[in-house]
């Protein structure tokens, strides 16, 4: 079992910087690739970066390439989205995750609660 939780949401200007956090409550970690997903009002949720089990891998979608950069700390159990230029479209709850499998298609079977990000324009 892996309890998943986030940290870092909150309102911010457009053009702007924040980074959230995912902390892990497992013994295995290095077990898990994990990825950052959201979900804006009124819309699916969809996929927004992963990093694999080492932390040596890690791809992003198109929307966020170039302005996201996600990274892991084995210590500390804890992975790392730290989100610059932000934009209103990156307005969303961000959820993180957790898989034992890594890449497209992957199926993650832990989730955090969420944590809200608001950019204003």
């Known amino acids: 079992q892996v309890q998943l939780v986030e940290s870092g949401g909150r309102l911010v200007q457009a053009g702007g910087s924040l980074r959230l956090s995912c902390a892990a409550s497992?013994?295995?970690?290095?077990?898990?690739?994990m990825g950052w997903f959201r979900q804006a009002p009124g819309k699916e949720r969809e996929f927004v970066a992963a990093?694999?089990?080492?932390?040596?891998?890690?791809y992003y979608a198109d929307s966020v390439k170039g302005r996201f950069t996600l990274s892991r700390d084995s210590a500390k159990k804890t992975v790392y989205l730290q989100m610059n230029s932000l934009k209103p479209e990156d307005t969303a709850v961000y959820y993180c995750?957790?898989?034992?499998?890594?890449?497209?298609?992957?199926?993650?079977?832990?989730w955090g609660q969420g944590t809200q990000v608001t950019v204003s324009s």
């Open positions: 995750a957790a898989s034992r499998s890594y890449g497209l298609g992957s199926v993650y079977d832990y």
């Open positions: 497992t013994r295995t970690f290095s077990s898990y690739s």
């Open positions: 990093i694999s089990w080492s932390g040596g891998s890690t």
